[in-house]
């Protein structure tokens, strides 16, 4: 008889579908994975309520088997699947480019026209009891690493890209705009880097104290005024607001670098600021090139994503997950497969 396994289905109607399928066949450079732990992000929820940027711009399309913060078990290797055997526990990258065209041969694979996405485009999320994933984009993790820590490398990797989008060396001071689960990562990660003070800024209560807990070494309410500025300004709350906020607050000549998606196209930007202060403005998309150093990162105690988690669900209750992602009393929702939680 042939095995089923239950998976998550988004279709953009705000309802999680919870379906059964039959369990995926193992294909040339794949593995199959038996998921132990996922992290719920505000893109998953977007995704269930037809929120998110991609579907704007066409590059994702509904059905959905959501969730690209994961740990799973090895449990079976394809053909050319080398460097890996069941049992292994690994973690895996969210943007996988096609490995050939320029953009891929140039290191840029997270922007390749024909990338697939986990949990996003052209490939299921971890929101399954199993799942096929290319052996390629796969990464071991150390047995040091508890599968906490290890459920949100993912994270751990986009606030490092961002870091290093923003040029952030030793010595310099770094703000950080927005004490999400991307913005106190971003800042764990430019103080295991050295920056010289490392600020987070945020509207809640909860989550200033939340990145003072975190090792931030100071915090600001960003609704009160402030004279100060920093070097290195990291964007990383999705609030218009806070993008204002980032731009005002840099020093002349610094560097803004944003990490948010806002979901609502266009935005007033103050250009003006932008000119006369000489401000560099980017964005920085995922975590492309960053897995290594981030394992290292978290294997090393420098960085403890798992530090993040606020709450712990059955698949049963991923709706219930979703509903509590973006509270203020909320930092990170994990999802965990096989235990009573």
Same mark, same amino acid.
């Given at each position: ?17 919870? #379906? &059964? ?5 193992? *294909?040339?450079?794949? %593995? ?6 996922? @992290? /719920?992000? +505000? ?119 961002? #870091? &290093? ?5 030793? *010595?310099?001071?770094? %703000? ?6 991307? @913005? /106190?990562? +971003? ?155």
């Amino acid at each position: 008889m042939t095995q089923s396994i239950e998976v998550v289905e988004l279709r953009g109607d705000g309802d999680v579908h919870h #379906v &059964r399928r039959p369990e995926p066949e193992t *294909g040339a450079g794949d %593995l199959l994975i038996a998921v132990r732990q996922v @992290g /719920l992000c +505000a893109t998953d929820r977007e995704i269930r309520d037809g929120e998110m940027a991609y579907f704007r711009t066409g590059l994702a399309r509904y059905p959905i088997v959501p969730g690209h913060e994961w740990v799973g078990e090895v449990m079976d290797t394809g053909a050319g699947a080398i460097g890996f055997e069941v049992g292994d526990r690994v973690v895996g990258e969210c943007s996988i480019g096609c490995g050939h065209c320029a953009v891929c041969a140039a290191g840029r694979y997270h922007m390749c026209p024909n990338r697939m996405e986990t949990g996003l485009i052209s490939l299921d999320g971890a929101l399954a009891t199993r799942m096929i994933f290319p052996a390629r984009a796969a990464r071991k993790v150390p047995s040091s690493v508890p599968d906490d820590d290890a459920c949100l490398i993912e994270p751990t990797a986009v606030g490092l890209n961002i #870091v &290093r989008a923003c040029g952030i060396v030793e *010595g310099e001071s770094v %703000l950080v705009v927005g004490a999400g689960t991307i @913005g /106190l990562l +971003a800042a764990q990660v430019a103080v295991a880097r050295g920056a010289k003070v490392v600020s987070v800024a945020d509207v809640s209560p909860e989550r200033l104290a939340a990145a003072t807990r975190l090792g931030a070494h100071e915090v600001v309410d960003a609704a009160v005024v402030t004279a100060q500025r920093w070097n290195c300004v990291i964007e990383a709350s999705g609030n218009p607001a806070g993008l204002a906020f980032a731009l005002e607050h840099a020093v002349p000549g610094g560097t803004v670098a944003c990490v948010s998606l806002y979901g609502t196209g266009a935005l007033a930007v103050d250009m003006d600021l932008v000119v006369t202060r000489d401000l560099t403005v980017r964005g920085a998309l995922g975590s492309p090139n960053c897995w290594d150093e981030a394992i290292d990162l978290v294997a090393a105690g420098t960085v403890r994503p798992g530090r993040l988690i606020t709450t712990r669900l059955r698949p049963a209750d991923i709706a219930k997950g979703l509903d509590l992602v973006g509270r203020p009393d909320q930092l990170k929702v994990v999802i965990e497969f096989g235990k009573d939680v």
